[in-house]
């Protein structure tokens, strides 16, 4: 009987041992398990604020981004203002669509096989439907803005202002203006012509604000028939005045007829109101170019 009571007591206490050896166990896992959800609950606030501050894009005033990932456009335009991608991996090229100012100088082809010095300013800006668009053709090129400028822009002025122009003689308008007094040069005509034109051409990527064109700069040659041609019309217009001018004194005195000192004094005064102490007998008197002959 004891011996028996002895194996009861020793199996009772392999069970209490075991039952807390299993519980110290359960106690570690639960406690390990806890920890590992901790981890993963970092980890995943950890992912959500990596995603959120990498996503974030601003676009600046007055731009449209175009997102790209991975080498290709991904996505629609973006407009100014913050945005929130929650793709880190996103890059955005910036458009810029405010107002550009561009300078062309180039020489032109014009009538008579010659040729010109152009100088003309454009006002123009992007239009922001059109961004996406620009920015697939001539991305990976060069500065895009620089890059649009020099394929869209300038590339079209200099074709339509060859094409406006090319058979203007400026010799020929001159000539034609001073011959019909009053008429307006065709020069003045090919500002909104290039205008116009340039609108129709790239009207749908760029809007078009304003053309100036003031001058165009000719060669020695033709600089010096123009000014030929002008300083003979002036020569011209002076020598019709002076047979006019002539011609009223004529009449003048011979409305006169033969005047006394009196009156060639008083003529003279009139005639010469600035000095009119010549008008005097003894002075140096100019009573003698009053004087015409009878006839």
Known sequence: MGAI??????????????????GAWARRAVEAAAGAGAV???AAIGLVLLFAIGGEVPVPVNTTGVPQAFGTVSGAELGPGVHWTWQPWLSVTDIDETVQTTHYTGTIRIGGQQTAQANIRLKWQIRPQA???????YANQGPLMATITSNVVLLTLESVVNNVMGDYDPITDVTDVANANGTQSLFTSFGPAILAQMRAAIGGEVSVLQLTMPNLAYTPQVE???????QAYADYAIARE???????KARALRELGSPTLGQLIAQCITQDAA?????????????SLSQ???G
């Open 5 to 22: 009571a002895g194996i009861i007591i020793l199996g009772l206490l392999m069970l209490i041992a075991a039952g807390i050896a299993a």
């Open 40 to 42: 993963a609950l970092l």
């Open 131 to 137: 961004a996406d668009a620009l920015f697939r053709q």
């Open 224 to 230: 010096s028939k123009l000014q030929a041609i002008q």
């Open 242 to 248: 002076d047979v006019q001018v002539n011609g009223e």
């Open 275 to 287: 000095s009119p102490g010549q008008c005097i007998p003894g002075a140096v008197a100019k009573l």
């Open 292 to 294: 015409a002959p009878q």
